[in-house]
Nanobody, 126 residues
């Protein structure tokens, strides 16, 4: 079992920055990969970024590459999403998720993730 709790969301103006955090508990933290996903109102949930158990491999969606950066601190059982140059289209609920079946892959596929957090709202005003 893995429990995930996101934090750090809020309201920010376009061009601003936010840092999301995801605190993990339960299963040994460095035994699984982690991803960030988001869901905007009226849209399907989509991939944002993912990172392998070691942090050596990351994967970012084209829409956020160069603006968002995923990282993890295995000593603090935490995953982060640094979001810079935010745009109104980044407005969504952001979720972190754990892939316990294959810790070596930074997967874009939601079906590969077994555990999900409750989400944190990010709102970017124009």
């Amino acid at each position: 079992q893995v429990q995930l709790v996101e934090s750090g969301g809020g309201l920010v103006q376009a061009g601003g920055s936010l840092r999301l955090s995801c605190a993990a508990s339960g299963r040994t933290f460095n035994s699984y990969a982690v991803g960030w996903f988001r869901q905007a109102p009226g849209k399907e949930r989509e991939f944002v970024a993912a990172i392998t158990w070691s942090g050596r491999t990351t994967n970012h969606a084209d829409s956020v590459r160069g603006r968002f950066t995923i990282s993890r601190d295995n000593g603090k059982n935490s995953i982060y999403l640094q979001m810079n140059n935010l745009k109104p289209e980044d407005t969504a609920v952001y979720y972190c998720a754990a892939n316990v079946k294959n810790s070596y892959i930074a997967s874009r596929e939601q079906g590969n993730y077994d555990y999900w957090g409750q989400g944190t709202q990010v709102t970017v005003s124009s």
